[in-house]
């Protein structure tokens, strides 16, 4: 925590915040959409000065619920809170492959301090950036339900996919999807060769679980 604060000390100490260049043209982007609102009463559906036209989504006020009161460590000190966040579910992850300590804490570094973070944060890609933030949880608890088929697997993988969905941002979500549908086909076919494959069936079903139920919560309005 103390390295995080350090790299953005000027927002975490002296209350100032990154420039993000995305931000500020979608602040006059949206102007036109935000005028018609106003004039007219009704929600825009098409954005008119953005590369030529094109729909305009815009989300609604989240309703206060389990999934997405993690959304509120954004207004902890930002941006290092989720930096912070990031490179211990790294090392957490690392350590749970290796169980050495210093592959996870040097991992934990090196992803958080990847020339590529500061680079999305500074034209404004935050909804990426909490994506990547909890993406190593996503995998952890991936991970442990391969390895321990239960219940609590199936949860904890439902309740961090439903943080990811909330960033969000499909493509760092289809990615993860992709990487564990590789990963899963590695462990189904270690299970037919050369282990039993109940237990393989059994996580096969908790994460199953954990998906619809994952899915389910960020697409539920109360």
Not at 53 to 82: F, K
Not at 91 to 98: E, V
């Amino acid at each position: 925590m103390i390295v995080a604060a350090s790299f953005y000390a000027p927002s975490v100490f002296e209350g100032k915040s990154i420039s993000a260049s995305d931000a500020i043209n979608y602040q006059a982007i949206s102007e036109v959409v935000e005028t018609y609102g106003n004039r007219t009463g009704e929600r825009p559906l098409w954005a008119p000065n953005v590369f030529g036209g094109m729909p305009y989504v815009g989300y609604g006020i989240d309703v206060p619920q389990v999934d997405n009161l993690m959304s509120e460590v954004r207004d902890v000190a930002w941006p290092a809170g989720h930096l912070f966040l990031l490179m211990v579910g790294v090392y957490f992850l690392l350590f749970s492959l290796t169980r050495d300590h210093f592959a996870g804490l040097l991992s934990g570094m090196a992803f958080g301090f990847t020339t590529y973070i500061p680079i999305i944060l500074m034209v404004g890609h935050n909804s990426k950036f909490i994506a990547l933030a909890y993406a190593p949880y996503l995998l952890l608890a991936f991970l442990y339900t391969l390895r321990n088929p239960s219940l609590l697997g199936g949860l904890l993988f439902a309740g961090v996919l439903a943080l990811e969905l909330r960033a969000r941002h499909p493509q760092v979500t289809y990615d993860l999807g992709m990487l564990m549908a590789l990963w899963w086909l590695v462990e189904a076919v270690g299970a037919v060769r050369d282990e039993p494959a109940l237990p393989f069936a059994k996580s096969t079903g908790w994460l199953a679980l954990g998906t619809v139920l994952g899915c389910s919560w960020p697409l539920s309005p109360t």
